[in-house]
């Protein structure tokens, strides 16, 4: 899980619904910011809410909403990304499944998509560091389904360099194509 990357202290109820509500907005504020840091303030107009609607929550201030947001998007989508690899399948199958599934997903909502591919490079060291957790992710469950499926003596797995140069190129693509505004083609 990328919540191995600290988060500090809980300063809301785990089900507090302005907070829900908050980090709900996050991918739209930051897509909305253009690059900026986020604020409170994107964060309520984002969704609709009075900026005194707020007060009182999230006292960790927005740079966390988004911190917190892009762990659980990326989480979501990692696990739909898992979710297609099935053992009945090869790995050539089952990574072009998964890539579709993503990609897929990524353009119907261009939103998070910039959240979690762009966001990252735009400067945010936290943010950044939790998408190399976010690759690393990847990358280890590539290694894991090419040496199943080469246990089953298909074909040679791809050397672990490789595969994180694949993944690293997959990444770099659907951030360009996101920041360019062309996610719908992804």
Do not use: K
Not at 10 to 34: E, F, H, I, K, Y
Not at 107 to 133: F, K, M, N, S
Request: some cysteine.
């Amino acid at each position: 899980m990328l919540s191995e990357v600290p988060t500090g202290a809980q300063t809301c109820s785990p089900n507090c619904a302005t907070c829900d509500r908050l980090r709900g907005s996050a991918a739209a504020a930051v897509l909305m910011t253009g690059g900026r840091p986020v604020t409170m303030a994107d964060l309520c107009a984002a969704t609709g809410m009075a900026a005194a609607e707020s007060e009182g929550h999230c006292p960790e201030g927005a740079a966390r909403v988004v911190a917190d947001a892009y762990r659980r998007a990326a989480d979501e989508l990692f696990d739909e990304y898992a979710a297609a690899f099935r053992p009945a399948d090869s790995w050539p199958d089952n990574l072009g499944a998964a890539l579709r599934n993503l990609l897929r997903r990524l353009a119907d909502e261009p939103a998070t998509a910039h959240l979690v591919y762009v966001a990252p490079v735009g400067g945010d060291e936290q943010l950044r560091d939790i998408r190399e957790l976010f690759r690393a992710r990847y990358i280890a469950l590539l290694i894991d389904e090419q040496q199943r499926d080469a246990d089953a003596d298909v074909d040679a797995p791809l050397p672990s360099l490789q595969v994180e140069l694949l993944v690293g190129a997959l990444f770099r693509t659907i951030s360009e194509l996101v920041h360019d505004g062309r996610a719908p083609e992804l």
